[in-house]
């Protein structure tokens, strides 16, 4: 949260310079700004050029372990149907996020169009981060394009992101006891006490996400104060972002509405794994594999796997090559073929992605049309003036 209202602060800066104030206001030099600038733009081409470095080194290592005619044949020969059902329980899951978010900006509101869009961007910035902070993007678009907000935007997200995380706990207690029937070659005890720790934390995060959130308040507030800092114009902000942020956390702390958002959240999470299930079938099926061979709580077991890359400091370039990697030494362990296991988390990852990416990229030009078009009115409205 502290990196949101941080975030907040500098295009509120931003907004300011735009209006013409001096930056002698905002305790900054030219130098300082420059030196800023360039150290952050030294680091996101390091982080690029490192991202880029693993994906490449991952998939050459995947790509040696099969015949590259094996996996054009699978994508060429993917079942259409099963790709088809695919894309409409993707799409349903985007619309279910979209009312969920909707419920969590209450009082506030945004159109059905504005959150469908700030979801589709969302999902496509998602793994394009470490810890999934391209999220965040729903943040910016609400707040900077849609006029949500600040406060409302982020807990919005916050309660949403650690929802998702809370309905991953009983989906895997219940893979790992189904699975764990058909022999996983792992500790199920050990399985099992993880994932109920997992869902239990989240819950209490869950729980007592307000008291968290001022708490976090407080403590930057102290070490700002302790550093000398408190005074200066982006502390005081970044200060009463925070605070805004747990009053909209408080605000949301309804029992009626955290009841339906989890129930929702729950059957969020059914729809992206049955997505991805018969997505999964229809790449396969031309190998001969049927549904009942490929195992729905196996795919869940092997798709969180997939998916717990995202919180490594270091991932490939848009996950790619370390999400192919963790889903083969997934699947591998749950004893699917090598060939076929290098080849599914190709598949898999490549038409998701690009399903996402082609959503999200379509979601921003008609932002980008949207912004456009609204300063326009604004300009010609400034010269009828004059």
Not at 175 to 193: C, H, N, R, W
Not at 237 to 243: E, Q, V
Not at 311 to 339: H, I, N, S
Not at 372 to 386: D, E, P, T, V
Request: glycine share 8%; net charge positive.
């Amino acid at each position: 949260m502290l990196i949101l209202a941080l975030a907040q602060c500098q295009g509120g800066r931003k907004q300011r310079l735009d209006h013409g104030d001096k930056l002698q206001d905002l305790n900054l030099t030219l130098p300082e700004i420059a030196d800023y600038y360039e150290a952050m733009s030294g680091r996101k081409l390091f982080y690029i050029l490192l991202s880029l470095a693993v994906s490449v080194l991952l998939l050459a290592l995947l790509l040696r372990q099969i015949d590259p005619a094996l996996l054009k044949k699978t994508l060429l020969n993917i079942y259409l149907p099963g790709l088809a059902v695919y894309v409409a329980i993707h799409l349903l899951t985007v619309w279910l996020r979209a009312w969920r978010y909707r419920l969590l900006l209450q009082p506030q509101t945004c159109s059905w169009g504005g959150m469908l869009l700030a979801t589709l961007v969302r999902n496509s910035f998602d793994d394009l981060l470490p810890a999934r902070l391209g999220s965040l993007s729903y943040i910016y678009v609400l707040n900077q394009r849609l006029g949500v907000p600040f406060e409302a935007a982020t807990s919005s997200f916050v309660v949403a992101f650690v929802l998702d995380f809370l309905t991953l706990g009983p989906f895997l207690i219940l893979a790992v006891l189904a699975a764990g029937a058909v022999s996983v070659p792992l500790s199920k005890g050990i399985l099992l006490a993880a994932a109920l720790a997992f869902f239990l934390l989240t819950g209490l995060v869950l729980w007592k996400l307000s008291p968290l959130a001022g708490l976090v308040a407080r403590i930057v507030k102290n070490l700002l104060r302790l550093f000398g800092q408190s005074e200066k114009r982006w502390a005081r902000l970044a200060g009463d972002k925070l605070d805004q942020v747990h009053r909209s956390l408080d605000t949301i702390r309804r029992p009626k509405l955290m009841a339906v958002v989890c129930v929702q959240s729950l059957f969020i999470r059914l729809a992206k794994y049955v997505s991805i299930f018969c997505l999964l079938f229809g790449l396969l099926r031309s190998q001969g594999y049927r549904p009942a061979d490929l195992n729905f709580w196996k795919t869940i077991l092997g798709l969180t796997g997939a998916e717990f890359t995202a919180a490594l400091p270091v991932k490939g370039l848009a996950g790619f090559g370390t999400w192919e990697t963790a889903w083969t030494y997934t699947f591998r362990l749950l004893g699917f073929p090598q060939d076929l296991s290098v080849v599914s988390g190709l598949g898999v990852h490549l038409i998701t992605n690009a399903l996402e990416y082609g959503l999200g990229i379509g979601a921003l030009l008609i932002l980008a049309f949207l912004f456009l078009k609204k300063n326009n009115k604004k300009r010609f409205a400034g010269k009828l003036k004059l």
